[in-house]
Each structure stands twice: as structure tokens, then as C-alpha cells.
């Protein structure tokens, strides 16, 4: 076997370092500062790895969240949880994927009881590749790497669509809950006055929902959420969906005044759509907080429940009104 094929084929633990700078999981920011002063750290440190009372792996830090953080914060609050890690079984072609996949500059090493037993930087991968490159085996090595990364690419794509499913039949459920309500409503939902304005009101509800998820996901970048900016942040959003949908609103109810000929018709038009693209902001602006908070990815989950949600407020205030002026 070739030097870069041996390499590859070593296990994580002959090439981790062993000197990882734990953080105990009950500490505050203050103290975790304190223990870092005092204590020698080896190699370069982008991240601390906060760890149980039995030596288990917990949570991450990285290094510029625990400088800005407040002193008196836990740990617990400040660090990111679950930690993506390398099993100490794991060869150094499996933690080569780590790399790649995840972009991340290090990664622990844990045992089978989840102890952390040390970690892997990118530092040590660039010292291999470039002594693989001396030895002009360089060529070699990427061979292996990508053969080994197009099959983790494969595989990875079943465990991705596992993943997302359970998010997209919120859109499924949200089908479904959307054809009972109309059909609850039957008496307002094939009115001609209505009928042919529900894709419109809903599908103008769904595309502020988006907006505000998008916004959402940007505002949270690189930042903790609390339950003080999400108040701030949803009263503001309100206030936005409540203009744009009673302009948008105008809009549609006067082409349905001079299309119908009935003002009740443009009336509940303009207040359903105000109201729902009002609700469809606050909902795409909070679920994204909340998942985070709740420690799901909100990248994945908030579309599907977002469209969902919008879909469900949206008719039903849009039926009531119509139930209330038309019928």
C-alpha cells in the first residue's frame, strides 16, 4: 500500500490532538475565562468544547461568541448544541469528509460513550497533504478523497430526504386542513364573488410568508435569538404585512368591484387579504426564531410550516368575511 493510501486508511485517534480545552457544562463565561488564563493551551483554538461531569461532550464554543459574551452568561447558553464530532473509530479518509462537508476548521473526537477525547484541525490535514505533495503523491490522495466523498454525497442523500420529509408533509397536512376548511365553508367557498380570488388571497398570504422566513434567517445569522427580539422583531413585521396587504388589498378589491360589481365582494378582499398577509409576516418571522430556540434547523423546517400556517389563517379569515358580507 501506497504512503498516501496508508495515511488515509490510519485511524483519527493516531493523528488527533489529545489536549482539546474542556469547558465544564455548569461554568459561567467568567469562569470559563478564568480557567482558560490558567491553563496552557496547545495548537491553535477556534473552538472550546464544553463537557458533563463524566467527561461527556456537550456543546461547542466557538472563540469569538465566548469573548462577546456576557460574564455572568452559563456556558450552557452561550454554547451551540448538538456538536457535529468524529467517532474515535472514524480513519483519517472519514474525517477528511468531516471537512469537507461540514466547513468547519475543527471537529472533537469522541469515544463510544460520547467523552471527548481529543480533536482534529484543519492545521493537521494541510501538514499531511503538504508532506503527500513532497512525496509526489498528491494525486493520489485527491483520488481517494473524492472517490470517498461522491459515495458519502450518495449516501448523504437518502439521510437528507429523511431529513426533510417530515417538514414537507406540513405541506401535505396543510393541503389537506386547507381543503376541509373550504369545504366547511362550502356555503362562502363556491360563491362566484369568492371562488375565483382564493388562489390569489392565499398565494400572496404564502409569498410574505417566504419574505418574512428569508428575513428571519438573515437577521439570525451568527446571533442567539431571544424572546425580547422576537417580540420587537414580530410587531414590527405586523405593522409591514398589515401595509402591504391593505395595499395590495386596494388593489384587488377595486378590480373586483369594477370586475363583480359588488362592493361587499372588494371589501372582504381588501380586509382578508390585509389580514392575511398581516398574520402570514408574523408567523414566517417567528418560526424561524422559534425553531431555533427549540434547537431545530430552521432552515429546513420553517418554508413548509410557514406556507402551511399562512394557508390556514388566510382562508379562514377570508371565508368569515365572506360568510359575513356575501352570504
Not at 237 to 242: M, T
Amino acid at each position: 500500500m501506497s504512503d498516501a493510501r496508508q495515511i488515509l486508511a490510519d485511524p483519527v485517534t493516531k493523528h488527533m490532538r489529545t489536549d482539546p480545552t474542556r469547558i465544564e457544562s455548569g461554568a459561567s463565561v467568567a469562569q470559563a475565562l478564568d480557567y482558560i488564563r490558567d491553563h496552557e493551551i496547545g495548537g491553535r483554538v477556534v473552538y472550546f468544547y464544553v463537557v458533563d461531569g463524566d467527561g461527556r461532550l456537550v456543546g461547542v464554543v466557538p472563540t469569538r461568541r465566548l469573548l462577546r459574551a456576557r460574564p455572568e452568561a452559563p456556558v450552557l447558553q452561550v454554547m451551540i448544541s448538538p456538536v457535529v464530532a468524529v467517532p474515535h473509530t472514524a480513519s483519517v479518509l472519514d474525517a477528511c469528509e468531516f471537512f469537507t462537508l461540514h466547513k468547519l476548521l475543527a471537529f472533537p473526537v469522541i469515544d463510544a460513550d460520547g467523552k471527548l477525547i481529543g480533536l482534529v484541525d484543519v492545521d493537521l490535514y494541510t501538514d499531511e497533504l503538504a508532506d503527500l505533495e513532497r512525496r509526489q503523491e498528491g494525486q493520489d490522495l485527491f483520488e481517494l478523497v473524492g472517490v470517498h466523498l461522491t459515495e458519502a454525497e450518495q449516501r448523504r442523500a437518502l439521510y437528507a430526504a429523511r431529513k426533510r420529509f417530515p417538514w414537507l408533509m406540513c405541506n401535505v397536512i396543510g393541503g389537506m386542513i386547507a381543503a376541509l376548511i373550504a369545504d366547511a365553508y362550502a356555503d362562502v367557498s363556491t360563491l362566484i364573488l369568492v371562488a375565483p380570488f382564493i388562489a390569489l388571497v392565499t398565494g400572496m398570504a404564502e409569498g410574505v410568508a417566504i419574505q418574512s422566513v428569508s428575513l428571519a434567517l438573515q437577521t439570525m445569522h451568527g446571533r442567539r435569538p431571544t424572546w425580547g427580539a422576537l417580540g420587537r422583531r414580530v410587531g414590527r413585521e405586523v405593522l409591514v404585512g398589515l401595509l402591504l396587504g391593505a395595499f395590495c388589498g386596494l388593489i384587488v378589491g377595486l378590480v373586483a368591484l369594477l370586475w363583480k360589481g359588488s362592493a361587499r365582494a372588494g371589501l372582504s378582499l381588501c380586509v382578508g387579504i390585509a389580514g392575511g398577509v398581516a398574520a402570514s409576516a408574523a408567523v414566517g418571522l417567528a418560526l424561524p426564531f422559534l425553531l431555533r430556540m427549540a434547537r431545530r434547523d430552521p432552515q429546513v423546517a420553517s418554508g413548509p410550516v410557514a406556507l402551511a400556517a399562512a394557508d390556514m389563517v388566510t382562508l379562514l379569515l377570508y371565508f368569515n368575511l365572506g360568510r359575513w358580507l356575501l352570504v
